[in-house]
């Protein structure tokens, strides 16, 4: 009977072996079977949103679920590059968020100037000693000069690219609290036209306001959220009773003033408002109630907020959709700051910044031409 019992034993023990080895063999088999296109969807995601357009389409035609995920993250517009002003010598750094490269170049051309404005690639430039202000394109290096123009505390703007003939310049200064003074320009002419006009509700101007074009208006926010309204058309000049956006109380804080953006996106007005302690607010100008409206959503937007101008996209990489890029790059230049409205935070993590204490002159967001990957001299 013992031999019986452990003859029995012994098959089991050769059965379950052999089971064992069936499951670890189809195991291995299964794993060796598996390829890229089981990836999860979410690893996948990443790694397709770092392709450039033409692998985007080609990673597209693999099967359904990489086609589907390719159409998700397919960058189809090229998002600004932020340009960076040295404090000496000609080097420019130019750093691209979408693929979080950083590119370099000399720039002579601009030794002894301020930025302005940017605007479709063209930068605005003044040189404090002369009073000289001209138009420079850093990835073609054209040049077009503009009338002398003495800029104190004031903050100007371009409608569109110098090339066109719709080209106007604008800045205004306040002389009293009821009274600013208006100047304008146009590639071409001789000199500025400057027109006083009075104002309805106080304005303050200051290096700290903000100025955008948008369906043919200038429109500029003032140092305490008033908003004036420049038609070169009609030659009128209003503050709009708008109340300023309201924000919670910890936001009027140290530098308050100081840490807002304005932007345009398909004729809206977007104001991004900032504290050190707390998470962005965006604001969206409803012209009809004349209110300024708190958005929760960009809706696919992404926006590059600098102090000087700010942009708007779309279309652009999945993981960049509905947040805002600040003028900040950490890690050694690999990483932008920004802030996502779909998880409420900052990317990377713990980056609140007091943007009221970064100099407005250091950086700006520029928008290259379509297509263009790099100067000849990188790093």
């Known amino acids: 009977m013992a031999g019986k019992r452990r003859r029995k034993l012994k098959s089991l023990a050769e059965t379950i072996s052999g089971n064992k080895r069936t499951a670890t063999k189809e195991k291995r088999e299964k794993l060796e079977l598996q390829t890229w ?100 394109n850093p990835f073609s ?37 009821t009274i600013v003074a208006i100047s304008t320009c146009h590639p071409g002419a001789t000199e500025w036209v400057t027109v006083n006009y009075q104002n309805r509700l106080p304005f303050v101007s200051s290096i700290w306001n ?67 302690s707390e998470n962005p607010i965006i604001f969206k100008l409803d012209r009809t109630k004349m209110i300024w409206e708190e958005m929760k959503a960009l809706d696919g937007v992404t926006l590059f907020a600098s102090f000087l101008s700010s942009h708007s996209r779309t279309d652009l990489s999945g993981l960049m959709r509905n947040s805002v890029y600040f003028p900040k790059v950490r890690f050694y230049g690999k990483r932008c700051i920004s802030y996502s409205l779909d998880n409420c935070r900052y990317y990377p993590r713990k980056q609140c910044h007091d943007w009221g204490e970064q100099d407005p002159f250091e950086n700006i967001w520029i928008e290259p031409p379509q297509g263009f990957l790099s100067f000849t001299e990188e790093i």
């Open 210 to 276: 903000k100025l955008v074009f948008c369906n043919g208006l200038f429109y500029c926010l003032s140092l305490t959220g008033w908003l004036g309204v420049f038609d070169p058309l009609e030659h009128t000049w209003s503050v709009l009773s708008v109340p300023p956006p309201k924000c919670p109380d910890n936001f009027f804080a140290k530098n308050w003033w100081k840490g807002k953006f304005m932007a345009e996106h398909k004729g809206e007005i977007l104001v991004i408002y900032t504290c050190s």
């Open 37 to 136: 296109s089981d990836l999860p969807p979410e690893l996948l995601e990443v790694i397709v949103s770092r392709l450039t357009l033409e692998d985007n389409v080609r990673a597209s035609v693999v099967c359904k679920r990489w086609h589907s995920v390719a159409i998700s993250v397919r960058v189809v517009n090229q998002s600004p590059w932020l340009m960076y002003f040295p404090k000496c010598g000609n080097l420019y750094e130019f750093y691209d968020p979408s693929l979080r490269k950083t590119h370099s170049i000399e720039l002579p051309e601009l030794n002894g100037t301020r930025v302005c404005y940017t605007k479709d690639g063209w930068l605005l430039l003044y040189r404090p000693r002369s009073h000289r202000m001209f138009f420079f």
């Open 141 to 177: 290096h054209e040049v077009i000069k503009l009338p002398r123009f003495e800029l104190t505390y004031q903050i100007v703007a371009f409608s569109c690219a110098p090339t066109s003939s719709n080209c106007m310049l604008f800045t205004v200064k306040h002389v009293s609290p």
